[in-house]
């Protein structure tokens, strides 16, 4: 008969853990890949012409609005609940502590990336979502870096 302790060894994973330095380089290298990587794609696509010249459409202003709005509940949940309420958010029991807020920054997400596209779609075409998605990994890849 096997005791516990013997299944224990025998089951134990092969691969360990990789100590968490190596995992903190990782993410450094993909953080610094997806900025590279946006930041490449911007200047060599010209952005700032594309913006410029796109800047008087109805969904420029609304993905601007949507934006400004997305960022404005981030800021209200990663800086204003914790360091003014003194209240720490628990994400995984988001529906008790924040219902409303998370269900606007959905909302707002969802908004500024159809009027993203919208804006985008006469000039790159169907590269529009593929370009929206690396630009969000290098913003969400700052912030990481930085918060």
């Known amino acids: 008969m096997t005791t516990d302790s013997e299944l224990k060894v025998r089951h134990a994973p092969v691969h360990q853990r990789q100590p968490k330095r190596i995992s903190s380089l990782r993410r450094g290298v993909e953080s610094a890949l997806w900025i590279g990587g946006g930041a490449a794609l911007a200047y ?4 700032d012409q594309v913006l410029a010249e796109r800047s008087s459409s109805n969904w420029f202003a609304v993905a601007l609005l ?11 949940l990663e800086l204003y609940l914790p360091r003014k309420q003194g209240r720490r958010i628990n994400y995984q029991e988001w529906e008790r502590e924040v219902p409303r807020t998370i269900q606007l920054a959905t909302v707002l997400g969802i908004l500024a990336t159809i009027s993203c596209n919208a804006v985008l779609w006469p000039v790159f075409g169907a590269f529009s979502p593929l370009l929206l998605v690396v630009w969000f990994m290098a913003t969400a890849s700052a912030i990481g870096l930085v918060w």
Request: glycine letters at 14%.
């Open 44 to 47: 060599y696509l010209r952005m």
């Open 66 to 76: 949507a934006i400004a709005g997305f960022g404005s509940v981030f800021l209200y």
